[in-house]
């Protein structure tokens, strides 16, 4: 397998960064097997619902979407606000997002005449910051009520290796109690380049610091939204080792009470695992706690390599179809990511319509109901 430099599409100003991908990238969705809409016929109506015409073309969504991983502000928590990011929704057959701050801040280095915005832009490091969900909950709160329904929220401004850090939830719970919250995330585990960039430690999926945390979500039937590679980056014809792999089961075990969503399924950049169906197919079958968000890498990396559905994805995905989830991993703001969602397109009209609706849609009401409910 190579590396590939990619021009991908991503939330941020002018920038391009290569995001780690294996193999070739051959998804255009430029291509017609792409577009989010189909024509229908339906008769035309008028108020009464008298039919005033037999038939009229009318475009309707394939499918619609529930997010499950947006970030609608960046590493120097600039972007969108969220009723800009609606018209986005609307033109992409986006229902709801789920909401998560970014834990991190990109430091701007002394002699760096550019503003970096992505955590790999360069080598300056990230620390962590407890202001982020502040600003994107009080824009919730000044939301036509009409907008407020579409959109739920995780917690996730905290230093994720400080065990104070329950401190600072059930504060932000205490000034918020309106706010959809439905969980905690997305925790920064075990990462790519990430971990090695951050001040003040490196947390890991089971660090005592997320304890308190993780018994907190199992109390109100929260979820946790958990970023943790199960192997490190490797470089060239090498396969990653599974090092971190422990860490997640770890979790798991320890807290069975506890939802987690497997944030892009435990890869990231340059992760390479040629057995990666088997192994979370294992860990599904293991721990009824766990789902998998197939967001970023892992989709272009694994899902689609080719520009095919992969043989052995569409046999995982059918097999555990109630515990798979579709998400744009938006970073800034959705803007014009229209990619981000288009791309699941050949994927959707590879599996029956049944299993493309849960995990593009009704998984993610599961959870937020549970959470709410």
């Not at 015409?53 to 619609?64: D, E, L, P, V, W």
């Not at 229209?338 to 299993?355: P, Q, R, S």
Request: positive net charge; hydrophobic residues 35%; glycine residues 6%.
């Amino acid at each position: 397998m190579m590396l590939l430099y990619c021009n991908y599409s991503i939330a941020y100003e002018t920038k391009i960064h290569t995001h780690g991908y294996i193999g070739t990238k051959s998804i255009d969705v430029n291509d017609k097997a792409f577009d989010l809409y189909k024509n229908t016929k339906e008769p035309l109506t008028n108020l009464d619902g008298v039919v005033k015409s037999k038939k009229r073309t009318k475009k309707k969504c394939k499918f619609k979407f529930n997010d499950i991983h947006f970030h609608p502000l960046n590493f120097v928590m600039q972007g969108k606000s969220l009723e800009e990011n609606i018209v986005f929704m609307d033109q992409n057959c986006i229902n709801n997002s789920l909401v998560s701050s970014l834990p991190l801040l990109k430091t701007w280095q002394e002699g760096y005449k550019e503003r970096p915005t992505y955590y790999a832009d360069d080598d300056a490091k990230l620390y962590w910051n407890n202001m982020s969900d502040i600003p994107i909950f009080n824009q919730w709160e000044k939301l036509p009520v009409k907008h407020k329904s579409r959109f739920h929220f995780l917690i996730n401004g905290f230093n994720h290796t400080d065990k104070n850090s329950i401190n600072y939830i059930n504060t932000i719970i205490e000034l918020f109690p309106n706010v959809p919250i439905v969980g905690i995330g997305e925790i920064m585990g075990k990462h790519d380049k990430l971990s090695d960039q951050t001040y003040g430690g490196t947390s890991r999926a089971d660090h005592p610091a997320l304890d308190k945390i993780y018994k907190l979500s199992a109390q109100k039937n929260w979820f946790i939204l958990l970023h943790n590679n199960l192997g490190h980056q490797v470089f060239g014809n090498k396969k990653s080792k599974l090092n971190y792999l422990a860490q997640i089961e770890n979790a798991l075990k320890k807290y069975k009470d506890t939802l987690f969503i497997l944030a892009h399924g435990g890869v990231s950049r340059n992760i390479v695992i040629p057995d990666l169906t088997v192994i979370l197919d294992g860990l599904l079958k293991k721990y009824e706690n766990l789902y998998i968000d197939i967001s970023w890498v892992i989709y272009e990396n694994y899902i689609v390599p080719d520009g095919k559905v992969a043989a052995e994805w569409i046999e995982f995905i059918n097999k555990n179809s109630n515990k798979i989830l579709i998400g744009t991993d938006n970073v800034g703001g959705y803007k014009s990511q229209d990619y981000n969602v288009k791309k699941y397109i050949i994927l959707l009209d590879t599996l029956n319509k049944e299993v493309a609706d849960k995990i593009a849609y009704t998984n993610y009401e599961f959870l937020i109901n549970r959470a709410i409910h």
